[in-house]
């Protein structure tokens, strides 16, 4: 299993011609554009301005993360939990995500690392379950959960999670001071 944290390393240069480089960078935008395109037509929330360069990558976690449980919000959880998520498809709480090939696991991880942060201190345990998230208490200021919160529950304060909406909440929160 290759590890999402090497991705970015930078190739060691070679000397490759320059037209070989401008062929491989108008197709990726080529690829990058169709893939953004076709997926927004099949669209998001307005809710959420996502820009068009994460687009792909928003509709993918939905679609491949949204099919089992609930797709959370990427700012729930620390970016590390993603990253190891993402990295062990196979191993995910006892069963296994399927179809999830490499464009895809790069997209989404372009998508879930951009809009969470990273564990602010190091040696902090990474947490597997929002009830666990720091950054899932600090995004609930006026909440006291009782009972363990999961991918479950969220239906019950957030009556658009189906169309990913987390912003709009049920009257009594709305109202409440
Ligand atoms: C084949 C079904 C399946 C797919 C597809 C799937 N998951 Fe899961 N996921 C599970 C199961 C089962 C659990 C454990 C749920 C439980 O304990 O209630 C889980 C739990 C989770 C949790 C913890 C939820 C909580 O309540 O705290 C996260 C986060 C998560 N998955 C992320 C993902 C991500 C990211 C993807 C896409 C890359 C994904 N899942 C795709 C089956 C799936
Ligand atoms: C008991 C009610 C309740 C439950 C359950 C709940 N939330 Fe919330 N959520 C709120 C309230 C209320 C706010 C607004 C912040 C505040 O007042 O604490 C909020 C805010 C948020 C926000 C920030 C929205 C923004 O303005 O950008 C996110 C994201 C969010 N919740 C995600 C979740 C997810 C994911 C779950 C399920 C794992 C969940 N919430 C479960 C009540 C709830």
């Known amino acids: 299993m290759f590890k ?3 991705l970015s390393l930078i190739q ?3 000397p490759v011609s320059l037209l070989v480089w401008l062929a491989i960078a108008l ?8 893939i953004t395109h076709t997926l927004e037509a099949i669209a998001a929330s307005p809710d959420d301005a996502v820009s068009a360069r994460f687009e792909a990558g928003k509709e993918l976690y939905r679609e491949t993360c949204g099919s089992c449980h609930l797709a959370l919000p990427p700012d729930v959880l620390p970016t590390e939990t993603w990253q190891k998520l993402l990295e062990k498809p196979n191993d995910h709480y006892g069963t296994s995500i399927p179809n999830l090939i490499r464009l895809s696991q790069l997209l989404i991880w372009d998508y879930l690392r951009t809009f969470s942060r990273p564990i602010p201190t190091k040696n902090d345990p990474i947490p597997f ?3 666990q998230s720091r950054y899932f208490k600090i995004l609930h200021p006026r909440v006291e959960f009782t009972d363990p919160v ?3 529950s ?6 658009g999670v189906k169309s990913f909406n987390f912003r709009t909440l049920t009257p009594q929160w ?4």
Do not use: E, N, Q, R
């Open 12 to 14: 060691p240069f070679k």
């Open 4 to 6: 999402l944290s090497k």
């Open 150 to 152: 999961t991918h479950k």
């Open 174 to 177: 709305d109202d409440a001071p």
């Open 27 to 34: 197709w990726s935008i080529g690829l990058g554009w169709g």
């Open 154 to 159: 969220c239906i019950v304060c957030h009556p």
């Open 129 to 131: 379950y929002v009830a």
